[in-house]
């Protein structure tokens, strides 16, 4: 079986200037912190980062946008990170809003192998500008396009040696899908364990979507 643990130095060579990354979480609950940190660490720049929020200043994906490493960030809302909203309104930050369902269901199609999904959502709103309308009996839909990312970086409570996932409760949220959507997945872990002990009905992702696995306790 191909050994898929890294340690955090070997997992930063995957971060690059100018790529795409999605970060898992909901204000950071679910957030890989010590990935973070490497790419912060790294200094990498120019980063187009695709997740549910740009957090808190001081706390998971925040600590990106205050070191100006981002240059876009499609995002459901960014209420939560001052620093987001003051460099998006000095055009030194490109922010895409995307509705929250929207997101989840254009990552699940980047993931999916689909051409988009189309959806009442923004219709008529500003949402809905720059976007192709198509008219399905009778009604008016946006076609979203599916996001794709080089990296993503997800978080999970456990997961064993072939990289088969357990999540903690909530932080669970757009884990899962963010899996299916990258070139190359690296998981942060709580727990390690060897195969056979994850209960297959337990599994939450799927050992053949992650690449590479991070265990934050070192083990």
């Known amino acids: 079986m191909k050994n898929k643990q890294l340690n955090i130095q070997q997992a930063s060579e995957y971060f690059k200037d100018g790529m795409t990354v999605m970060v898992g979480g909901f204000l950071a609950v679910g957030t890989p912190e010590r990935l973070v940190h490497a790419i912060v660490d790294r200094g990498v720049k120019d980063i187009t980062l695709i997740t549910n929020d740009t957090a808190v200043p001081d706390k998971g994906v925040g600590q990106l946008i205050v070191n100006?490493?981002?240059k876009k960030v499609v995002a459901s809302h960014i209420g939560t990170n001052p620093e987001t909203g003051k460099q998006m309104i000095a055009k030194e930050l490109e922010v895409e809003l995307v509705p929250q369902g929207t997101l989840a269901e254009r990552i699940r199609c980047?993931?999916?192998?689909?051409?988009?999904?189309?959806t009442l959502t923004g219709v008529g709103t500003i949402v809905e500008e720059?976007?192709?309308?198509?008219?399905?009996?009778g009604k008016i839909y946006l076609l979203e396009k599916p996001l794709?990312?080089?990296v993503a970086l997800i978080k999970a409570r456990k997961a064993d040696t072939a990289g088969n996932l357990?999540?903690?409760k909530a932080a669970r949220n757009f884990n899962p899908i963010m899996a299916m959507a990258a070139d190359v997945v690296i998981v942060e872990v709580d727990e390690l364990v060897e195969v056979g002990e994850i209960v297959p009905d337990e599994?939450?992702?799927a050992g053949v979507l992650?690449?590479?696995i991070?265990?934050?306790e070192g083990c």
């Open 68 to 70: 100006r490493q981002v």
């Open 110 to 118: 980047g993931g999916s192998g689909l051409g988009g999904v189309l």
């Open 130 to 137: 720059n976007k192709r309308k198509i008219s399905v009996d």
């Open 148 to 150: 794709h990312a080089d």
């Open 166 to 168: 357990i999540y903690d």
């Open 203 to 205: 599994v939450m992702t």
């Open 210 to 212: 992650v690449d590479k």
């Open 214 to 216: 991070i265990c934050v």
